[in-house]
């Protein structure tokens, strides 16, 4: 017996250090030899749920999860992993019920409290969120580098300077998490104190940091001397900060998008919006907000949310789960436009955004929602698309100096990319204006910073919203902001967000050449 327990002990052991190197293709090959050798030692199946995940395979370990509880139902490992899985895959009332059973067994479990502030956040429950973060924070400020989620999430909020004063913390104690550098670079101006400036400069120097991936303090640097107006080295340093990270994409960003343009063309090509009469459809209002990242997004979100009949949820992954995981499937059209199914889709998808508020007009501005303009239109018949149309130049430039969260926007730091996504992006809204032109509302980014009060009554009415003026003074808004736009989104509107490639013009030639523009 002690000798097995030896041998369980040490397998666990290589495990662990099997996913933290990253070794998942090894660790999904040894945890299912040995589940099928101890299929009653739940850590195997544990292991194996986490490696899937980490892969992305979140169904495949929602399988495995459920297999593992059905064995041990209270092992609270299980039970905070798999309401993690739910909470990634939009299933937030299981997540809920998962989590608070976690909970219940152990109320001071810091990975359940981490994964429960985390839903808390996809509730666009923040005030609770943040009580949760600041518990976890009070017992262990390094936890899961709590200290810098919890700074987000006062950034969220709009309470900059309690993010400043625990970022400023994290940058003296934990001078290698360059992360909170690069969040601190986004909540202060340079042109007044080069303090952090040059401390980040005598990091990317030491030697110590040598073998760290330094690409949020390059990025940091950038923000920097624009601040300063110094175009040459912010330039250098969002170069650096993009070669950096583009060597850490190991496969091809796009893969899904491409697909996505030639699938929607191919399913909708032939499709007249006109004849469609389905009328037992969900039949609320929903407002979506797409165009490119950078390309005003969140400011018009912002402007909406402002007014009394609206609430705005952010970028929702209600479609975008469904239609990743979906619409390349074999069996995907005879599926989607069985009538039934149609009918419970929609209502489906309906009461998943009335989940955030049942009395409102809800607002999403996901700007990838351009990839299914078609299935909204089907599955929404009294929904409204505002497309945001900014200066290219500006655009790309915008996406090329930030930092983005996510695997989905590993395109954004490769030059190639970024024309590649733009030509998939124009290709496929050129092809739903030609289809449906009618039904998308065109805003350009700077009319509305050149005319704030005309263009936000055009796009109300648009809307059938009547006219408020709060909408004018939207940065007064008090709703939590989860974009790179959180910090800009919180001011007026002003004219210099225009025409920012001047600055940039000879560095940007090679870019903006290939885009034709």
Known sequence: MNKNLKLLESEIKNLSFLLKIGNHNELIKRTSKLISKYPQITAF????????????????????????????????????????????????????????????????????????????????NYQEAIKIFEKI???????????????????????????????????????????????????????????HQQEMIKKINDKKYFQINKFPLYFALGKSYEDQKDYDNAFKYFKIANDEKKRLVKSNPLRYEESFLKQNKEIFKNIDFNSITNKNLY???????????????????????????????????VLNIYFYKNLLSENFQNTFFNESYLNELSFKFGADYEYFNNNKIIVDKAPSNFFWIGFIRLLFPNSKIIHVNRNIKDNCLSIYKNLFGGNRTDWTYNEKNIIKYINIYRDLMQFWK??????????????????????????LEFCNLNWQSDCLEFYKNKRPIQTASLV??????????????????????????????
């Open 45 to 124: 199946r544990n292991f194996l749920g986490l490696s899937l995940e980490m892969q992305g395979k979140l169904y495949h370990a929602e399988k495995v999860y459920l297999k593992a509880l059905e064995r041990d139902p209270n092992n609270i490992n299980i039970l905070v992993n798999l309401g993690g899985v739910y909470r990634k895959i939009n299933n937030l009332s299981k997540s809920e019920e998962l989590l608070k059973n976690a909970l219940n067994i152990d109320p001071n479990d810091l990975f359940g409290l981490r994964n429960y502030g985390e839903l808390k956040l996809d509730q666009n």
């Open 137 to 195: 924070y009070k017992k262990d400020p390094y936890f899961k580098n709590i200290i810098i989620r919890l700074a987000n999430v006062y950034s969220i909020y709009g309470e900059f300077e309690l993010a400043k004063k625990l970022l400023k913390v994290a940058i003296k104690e934990k001078p290698e998490l360059f992360v909170a550098d690069y969040n601190y670079s986004n909540l202060i101006d340079y042109s007044t104190s080069k303090e």
């Open 283 to 317: 039949n609320k209002k929903i407002i979506f907000i797409v165009g490119l990242p950078r390309s005003g997004t969140t400011l018009i979100h912002q402007i909406l949310s402002a007014h009394s009949e609206i609430y705005g949820v952010g970028e929702s992954i």
């Open 434 to 459: 030609n289809k449906i032109g009618n039904y998308i509302y065109e805003i350009k980014y700077e009319d509305l910073v050149e005319n704030k009060e005309v263009e936000i009554k055009k796009m």
């Open 488 to 517: 800009q989104a919180r001011k007026p509107v002003f004219k210099s967000s225009i025409n920012c490639w001047m600055k940039y013009k000879n560095f940007l030639k090679p870019l903006t050449d290939k885009l034709n523009i």
